[in-house]
């Protein structure tokens, strides 16, 4: 197989990336060429799709598949679409769960609405410039274009921090915050199981959305810190504490506390997607502590969460540790 990736050297275009090559598959990535590196016998093109003639590069390849992770504006999508049109037969692009117009209802499926958006528009926020990106390649490519949104995106890889800081907090040790219940069921998927899924699914010809994510309750939050103590070897003691009283002292599930969404929380559907269609069509998840123990290491290799591929900074999150230390205070002993 020939696989182009638009990207490629971000989280989930480098876990793309990876498992083409593993599979000796022929691999081109395309970007700019000032992020990162590919693997040996990666084959680099270099151009910026948002440029006038960015996409001068891709004249005249030919390829089996294109994968394509872009957040930013959806005409770029169309743009590098209409430019590979004749050139691959099948477009895999990455979006989210985030294209889902609010209320959405816990348990939803991939026919819940999504937020409007065009196809053409220059800018946007994150929902609209996913949704955006979608009808952009449905547009060119019709039933030929995989839409695979994602969830909870976590492993080796992770640029945006959500597992590195709890694994990195547990690390330090001592008295832990840890949200409750202890059973909270958490929904995500490991980079390598939605890479490996992207590639099967795309080499088939497989089109449509997807809710390409781990069912709800493949984990829990007690599965994922407990797995972050063993792998660290940390002597941490998790605090375990209900809910109520980390929302009165103004914590924002999510980002204060990563992976973290209470039930009865406006955004709790973000953990409780029906997936049953991704399922079927052979999505498989490894166990939480393997996606925990290889995130623990590739963190002490790298040293610190990297920066995100071609795209502007998000805003850091989790706890500060003065304000960490200030809620365990005023918890009761």
């Not at 270099?46 to 005409?75: K, N, S």
């Not at 492993?155 to 040790?173: K, M, S, V």
């Not at 290491?297 to 850091?316: S, Y």
Request: hydrophobic residues 40%.
């Amino acid at each position: 197989m020939r696989l182009l990736m638009l990207g490629g050297t971000g989280f989930v275009g480098g876990a793309v990336v990876a498992e083409a090559v593993r599979r000796d598959w022929q691999v081109t990535v395309f970007n700019r060429g000032v992020h990162g590196q590919v693997p040996d016998g990666v084959h680099r093109l270099r151009g910026d799709r948002t440029a006038p003639d960015g996409l001068a590069a891709l004249t005249g390849g030919e390829w089996d598949l294109v994968v394509d992770t872009w957040d930013g504006a959806p005409r770029a999508v169309h743009d590098a679409a209409s430019a590979l049109e004749g050139a691959v037969p099948h477009y895999v692009y990455v979006s989210s769960g985030s294209v889902y117009a609010p209320p959405v209802a816990p348990g939803s499926g991939e026919e819940a609405p999504t937020v409007p958006a065009d196809p053409d528009a220059d800018d946007g926020d994150y929902p609209a410039n996913k949704a955006g990106g979608e009808r952009a390649a449905t547009r060119v490519f019709g039933d030929r274009a995989l839409l695979a949104r994602a969830g909870l995106i976590l492993g080796p890889g992770e640029d945006i921090g959500r597992l590195p800081w709890w694994l990195n907090r547990i690390a330090r040790g001592g008295d832990v915050l840890a949200p409750g219940p202890r059973d909270l069921p958490i929904q995500y998927v490991d980079v390598r199981d939605l890479a490996t899924w992207l590639l099967d699914r795309g080499a088939e010809g497989v089109g449509g959305a997807y809710n390409v994510v781990g069912r709800t309750g493949h984990a829990t939050m007690g599965d994922l810190l407990d797995a972050a103590v063993a792998a660290t070897g940390s002597d941490a003691t998790l605090r375990w504490t209900a809910p109520e009283p980390i929302l009165a002292a103004g914590v924002e599930p999510w980002n204060d506390l990563p992976v973290w969404i209470p039930r009865g929380h406006e955004y709790r559907w973000l953990q409780e997607r029906d997936v049953e269609r991704a399922y079927a069509a052979g999505l498989v998840c490894r166990p939480v502590t393997e996606t925990v123990a290889d995130t623990w290491r590739w963190l002490r290799e790298v040293g610190r969460v990297p920066d995100r591929a071609g795209r502007p900074a998000r805003a850091p999150v989790g706890l500060a540790p003065e304000r960490e230390a200030a809620l365990l205070a005023a918890l009761p002993a």
